[in-house]
């Protein structure tokens, strides 16, 4: 039989999928024209008159032409055959009847099959299809007419020749002459042929209706059944299989009858045998899975979980789907999800990773990483998704879930496709490894990451590009970042200026910016015209804020002595830009905002050099003074400082840029309007740079009177350039005007040394006007005093002079 069974499947193999339909449809029009000319139902007929336009349909799509879809086709072929072997023999009407239903089932179970291979697969008529299976697979037939069949079993295999035929002799011979009582006690006592001989007759009782299923339960029937189950031979064993799942599909109540740990175990046994009852008993286990029972004990019985995944991996098309219907019933239990991997079925235990809880998550990944794996398996569970929940688990997890995780990918990492995938998820660690100290202990790490930048992908450049900035944001980074640029970073990162991915962009523009922040001279060396106009166009046309901001902050960190680069930016209207930037942002100064602020003052500091009146008028002209002055009441103490400095370089002028005040019968009404009067002439914001006609007197005195001290000497520089020669009494009236005197005092007690001795100059100066003596006099004895006895030695020489003027120490005394 083997022999002959392997040249059929060679003879199969070589059949194409139109040569395989054409055969059908004949076998076909043949079974249905000898079903009419019998006594068979004419409803058999009828439903094989349908399978031609069915297969028709099938042979005209390409896509069909499939290994799984011709073994299906194989198995219409098979069944179709048997009808016909059926029809033409001369058994009783009833047997006929039984059989010719059991093959019209069978060839719905061919169509299924087609279905099935054919999931992926646009058919047309698959509607069709599977209307067909459905009215196969719920046929029915009925006989009128009973006859008798004599023949002993010896000559029906003498005339037949098959074990097959002498089973069907054997069923009717038993129908004919045992009755059901007879049949239960042979199913119950009988010795091995005589229960072959019983159980057949069950069968056809069972099928046919013609026992109750109060007599199943009165009888023992389930109970029995299983019991002559361990102990039976293989034909005999298929048959009660196949019984039971019989009564499970008339009566689904039996299912509870059958979920006892003893009739799962013997039941589970036929899973390692011959193929037929294998198919048989898988199919009975994933009906019976449906009872809670079963599934909370099936998956403790001893090899079963195994046999499903050698089953699921099988060719057998039925039973794989069943067994992989129980798979995944079964792996709603922890448990069973880790003995499906031990057995090489990991998608269970992928799946958990991936949406289970924590517990079982850490449980998952500790048992791959203790299993032995196979490369292929490796390959497997990579290409099935585990590789990036373990990353995530490392990433987000706790200490246990973090050093399971990381055993798991120790041991997928040895296979190189998985090498790939792991550096695809894992890079996104970097980011987070580099904000820890410890990584800046070995600068080759940094180095390592630096020269990869132009050798990986896309989504690891962005992580490696984070990574980086991360490590050399380090305060104590200021080594990596000099091998770094050593090693010839901004010659790496300038190319991804113009690179169209806009993440990868703004993390070499971010990582630029952190390389820049100390290397100014290199910076200037390294960015020229080109490079400037392409991050000055960023700046203009980007849509990301955070781009924005780390082009802007590039900038930045040119030497201001660069007149070439100043130069590149007036050309490229960089100014403007800035301008609109900061007179449109409104609302709440969140932290990007604060930093980018930062930058823009910064920059605004080249812009209004005092020895460049040209550039300074330039910048005037663009707006550059109201900008300045709002900067002085928004953000932090840097962009305060920064601002103050551009303003007092532009005040440093408008002594000399002032107008003498015209007669008013020259100057016209406007003339009130522009007289200064701390520069006593007639000034303008534009023009003189004036900074009592642009209002920043006052916030600029409300920062010293603030608690934050950064911003205190540059505002001093500032406010000092009312203090000129020309118009050090007019600008000390207008600071006491302004209640500047006790906030410069302030800054006399709080503040660093730098601004304490600006401080004092200004007191000097302010000093030499009696009234101001008088007012301010005994507020500051107090500070002055403090600091002549515990200040900073290069102070003394002012204090004492201040002390002098206040007549508290003599002008000859020894402290001079």
């Not at 005092?610 to 840097?638: C, H, M, R, W, Y």
């Not at 009404?669 to 200064?676: K, P, R």
Request: a neutral charge.
């Amino acid at each position: 039989m083997k022999s002959t069974d392997s040249n059929m499947l060679a003879e199969s193999e070589c059949k194409s999928l139109c040569d395989l339909v054409l055969e059908l449809q004949a076998s076909a029009d043949e079974v249905s024209s000898l079903a009419k000319e019998s006594v068979i139902s004419s409803d058999f007929s009828v439903m094989i008159e349908k399978l031609p336009p069915v297969l028709m349909d099938i042979k005209e799509n390409k896509l069909m032409d499939i290994p799984p879809i011709l073994k299906a086709l194989e198995a219409l072929e098979s069944e179709l055959k048997r009808a016909k072997a059926l029809i033409r023999s001369p058994k009783c009407e009833s047997l006929h009847v039984k059989q010719i239903q059991e093959v019209t089932q069978n060839l719905g179970r061919s169509l299924g099959l087609v279905l099935f291979a054919g999931h992926d697969i646009l058919i047309d008529g698959k509607d069709n299809i599977r209307s067909l299976q459905k009215e196969m697979m719920n046929a029915r037939f009925s006989s009128d007419a009973v006859s008798s069949y004599d023949s002993k079993s010896e000559e029906i295999v003498e005339e037949f020749g098959t074990e097959e035929d002498t089973e069907d002799a054997i069923l009717q011979e038993t129908e004919s002459c045992v009755s059901i009582e007879d049949v239960v006690m042979q199913v119950k006592y009988g010795d091995d042929d005589e229960f072959r001989y019983a159980i057949l007759g069950l069968y056809s009782l069972i099928s046919d209706n013609k026992v109750s299923e109060e007599w199943i339960n009165d009888e023992g029937i389930i109970p029995v059944l299983f019991n002559r189950l361990g102990s039976s031979k293989p034909y005999n064993r298929l048959t009660i299989i196949r019984i039971l799942r019989t009564l499970v599909t008339y009566n689904d109540q039996n299912k509870e009858k059958m979920v006892d740990i003893a009739h799962l175990s013997t039941l589970v046994k036929s899973l390692t045998r011959d193929l037929e009852e294998q198919k048989e008993a898988v199919g009975l286990l994933s009906t019976l899975s449906d009872v809670s029972a079963v599934r909370r004990r099936i998956g403790r019985i001893q090899g079963c979980i195994v046999m499903l995944v050698a089953i699921f991996n099988g060719d057998d098309q039925v039973a794989a789907h069943d067994a992989g219907k129980l798979l995944n019933t079964l792996s709603n239990n922890t448990q069973n999800a880790l003995h499906m991997a031990e057995a090489g079925y990991f998608k269970p235990l992928v799946q958990y990773l991936k949406e289970g809880s924590d517990m079982s998550k850490i449980l998952m990944a500790t048992a791959l990483s203790r299993m032995d794996l196979r490369d292929q398996t490796r390959a497997s569970i990579g290409e099935n998704g585990a590789i990036e929940p373990l990353v995530k688990m490392f990433k987000e997890g706790k200490l246990e879930a973090k050093l399971s995780a990381l055993s798991a990918l120790k041991n997928l990492s040895s296979l190189k496709e998985n090498t790939s995938r792991l550096i695809t998820s894992a890079s996104a660690i970097l980011a987070r490894i580099a904000k820890s100290e410890s990584v800046l202990v070995n600068k080759d790490i940094a180095l390592q990451m630096l020269s990869l930048l132009n050798l990986c992908s896309p989504v690891i450049q962005c992580h490696l590009l984070k990574a980086l900035n991360s490590i050399s944001g380090h305060p104590s980074a200021s080594k990596v970042r000099r091998k770094m640029k050593e090693n010839g970073a901004f010659q790496l990162l300038l190319p991804f200026l113009v690179e169209t991915d806009t993440k990868i962009r703004t993390a070499a523009l971010k990582f630029m910016h952190t390389l820049s922040k100390d290397s100014a001279e290199e910076l200037s060396e390294q960015v020229g015209e080109t490079h400037l106009n392409t991050i000055i166009n960023i700046i203009s046309s980007s849509k990301s804020e955070k781009e924005k901001s780390a082009a802007i902050g590039i900038i930045s960190n040119l030497p201001v002595s660069d007149k070439k680069a100043t130069d590149t930016l007036k050309r490229a209207n960089l100014l403007p830009i800035l301008v609109t930037i900061v007179d449109s942002s409104q609302g709440i100064l969140t932290n990007a905002v604060s930093r980018l602020f930062e930058s823009i003052s910064a920059i605004l500091i080249r812009f209004t050099i005092s020895s460049d009146k040209k550039l300074q008028l330039f910048s005037a002209e663009n707006g550059i003074i109201p900008v300045l002055v709002k900067l002085l009441s928004t953000g932090s103490p840097l962009t305060k400082c920064n601002a103050a400095t551009a303003l007092a370089q532009l005040s440093q002028n408008s002594v000399s840029l002032r107008k003498s005040r015209k007669p008013s019968w020259l100057c016209g009404s406007h003339s009130g309007t522009a007289f200064c009067e701390v520069h006593n002439g007639n000034c303008f914001v534009k023009s003189t740079f004036c900074l009592v006609k642009a209002d920043a007197i006052r916030p600029l005195i409300r920062i010293l009177e603030g608690k934050e001290r950064e911003a205190d000497e540059a505002v001093l520089s500032a406010l000092s350039t009312l203090l000129q020669d020309e118009i050090s009494e007019s600008g000390s009236n207008y600071i006491a005007k302004l209640s500047g005197v006790q906030s410069i005092i302030k800054v006399l007690e709080f503040g660093t040394v730098k601004a304490q001795q600006k401080g004092l100059w200004m007191l000097d100066r302010i000093f030499r006007t009696e009234v101001h003596r008088i007012e301010y006099g005994n507020s500051a004895q107090v500070v002055l005093i403090e600091l002549a006895q515990k200040g900073d030695l290069k102070l003394k020489p002012t204090v004492a002079k201040l002390l002098a003027q206040l007549e508290l120490l003599q002008p000859q005394s020894s402290y001079f």
